[in-house]
């Protein structure tokens, strides 16, 4: 399973990264089930430890593995991403229909990481919410930090269903934030509220203020519907 050199333009993290990912997805790996030592895939990919954990980072940050303190990392249950049978997003109805989806899922999420979150899950939701500012501070979107403090609140719920669901929809979640960056920066201001939405769920889950968590999160799911397809345009 060695790399030869030469046989691609991509880096060896990227490379050892798709090969792991795909082992993953094909279910060479069992949910949960414990993956080589950094020492083992190294000489099985034979590359450098290095390049190995930048391959694992990676997969850590897709929600694809998780770690566990001195035990090693370990593969995440993502076997229902194809029985939730989420199809491509065509059109806009799909994607109204994505948002009622999350209008449904998310405030109850919020509202249950404000009840059971721990200081790692909260220290993951301020991690995302630090990228979404320095993004603003830069007059700049991003869509990856947005899904993943959207994907971090999911997790601190403590119920896989929820997170599970968010990583199936990640891609159809993608794309409206994608189009709604692009609406919020032509209003003035416009980031630095969606920023501020943003900061005040973390805000009310930090203080575990479930009603407020949840009310926050619908208003603020609601607004990004809005400003990406007013009401008026759906009649």
């Known amino acids: 399973m060695g790399l030869e050199a030469g046989t691609s333009r991509k880096g060896l993290p990227d490379i050892v990264f798709e090969r792991m990912l795909r082992a993953i997805k ?3 790996y069992r949910p949960d089930e414990r993956l080589p030592t950094e020492h083992d895939l190294a000489a099985e990919f034979e590359v450098s430890r290095p390049i190995i954990r930048e391959a694992l980072r990676r997969l850590r940050d897709q ?3 998780y770690s566990r303190r001195g035990a090693g990392s370990f593969v995440r249950a993502v076997g229902l991403r194809e029985p ?3 199809g491509q997003l065509e059109n806009v109805a799909d994607l109204l229909n ?3 989806f999350r209008l449904t899922l998310e405030p109850a999420a919020a509202a249950a990481a404000a009840t059971r979150h721990d200081a790692e899950s909260l220290s993951a939701i301020r991690g995302a919410l630090e990228l979404l500012r320095d993004a603003t501070n830069r007059q700049s979107h991003r869509e990856d930090a947005d899904f993943q403090f959207h994907l971090a609140i999911a ?3 403590q119920n896989s269903y929820f997170s599970t669901a968010m990583e199936a929809l990640q ?3 993608a794309i409206g ?3 709604h ?3 919020v920066k032509r209003e003035t201001a416009g980031l630095m509220r969606v920023f501020a939405e943003h900061e005040a769920i973390a805000d009310a889950i930090a203080s575990r203020d479930a009603s407020a968590a949840r009310q926050l999160m619908h208003d603020h799911l609601t607004g990004s519907r809005e400003r990406l397809y007013p009401t008026s345009r759906r009649d």
């Open 155 to 157: 997790r601190a719920a």
């Open 98 to 100: 994505c948002y009622e």
């Open 26 to 28: 094909s279910g060479a």
């Open 171 to 173: 891609e159809h979640i």
């Open 177 to 179: 934030m994608k189009f």
């Open 181 to 183: 960056g692009v609406s």
């Open 84 to 86: 939730l049978g989420f």
């Open 63 to 65: 929600g694809l593995i």
